[in-house]
T-cell receptor
């Protein structure tokens, strides 16, 4: 099976812009979770989607949002970008959320 | 609250020597425990997990981990380190009994492992 794929791999944006990141889970997986990784804060949970519903949400401002489509692909959106949003954004998929999560290669976002 | 501690930011070992990367956790219920590895500019790669059963769990690339409930620890080990094992290692936990946190992993800060020739 193909692994988790994320697009784009790299992004450069300026403050105030918005960005959309995409994640395609492993075939058959219905749960998609998103994490932000920064040197200062480490790995922080953003949200989890299962069957097109947000099931879980981390402690991030409302500028961070996401959605999941009927084919389990997921997108996350960050509006009004801030310098502190520069990070590696990782997507992970699992069958139902209870099993092992498998991670994609990440999208590295740089906000100037 | 659920949390994970990796007390060592960095572990250095010589190739061929055994290695240990430490992890302790805190959950209110029964833990699911995981180890992941991250190479530069890559995502996280699953190594092994503990769900239930035997306290010694074997995983990929010769790694194993020992679950100790009384010490709430889940240390990662390998009998003989390779230079190619040099990477960033993350321990993660999820509470089996908290349905509200399904799909959410709590990670430690990571331990940079360097294996020198």
């Amino acid at each position: 099976k193909a692994g988790v794929t994320q697009t784009p791999r790299y992004l450069i944006k300026t403050r105030g812009q918005q960005v959309t990141l995409s994640c395609s889970p492993i075939s058959g997986h219905r749960s998609v979770s998103w994490y932000q990784q920064t040197p200062g804060q480490g790995l922080q949970f953003l949200f989890e989607y299962f069957s097109e519903t947000q099931r879980n949400k981390g402690n991030f401002p409302g500028r961070f949002s996401g959605r999941q489509f009927s084919n389990s692909r997921s997108e996350m959106n960050v509006s009004t970008l801030e310098l502190g949003d520069s990070a590696l954004y990782l997507c992970a998929s699992s069958s139902s959320g209870q099993e092992t999560q498998y991670f994609g290669p990440g999208t590295r976002l740089l906000v100037l | 609250a659920q949390s994970v501690a990796q007390p060592e930011d960095q572990v250095n070992v010589a190739e061929g020597n055994p290695l240990t990367v430490k992890c302790t956790y805190s959950v209110s219920g029964n833990p699911y425990l995981f180890w992941y590895v991250q190479y530069p500019n890559r995502g996280l790669q699953f190594l092994l997990k503990y769900i239930t059963g035997d306290n010694l769990v074997k995983g990929s690339y010769g790694f194993e981990a020992e679950f100790n409930k009384s010490q709430t620890s889940f240390h990662l080990k390998k009998p003989s380190a390779l230079v190619s094992d040099s990477a960033l290692y993350f321990c993660a936990v999820r509470d089996q009994n908290r349905g509200s946190t399904l799909g959410r992993l709590y990670f430690g800060r990571g331990t940079q492992l360097t294996v020198w020739p």
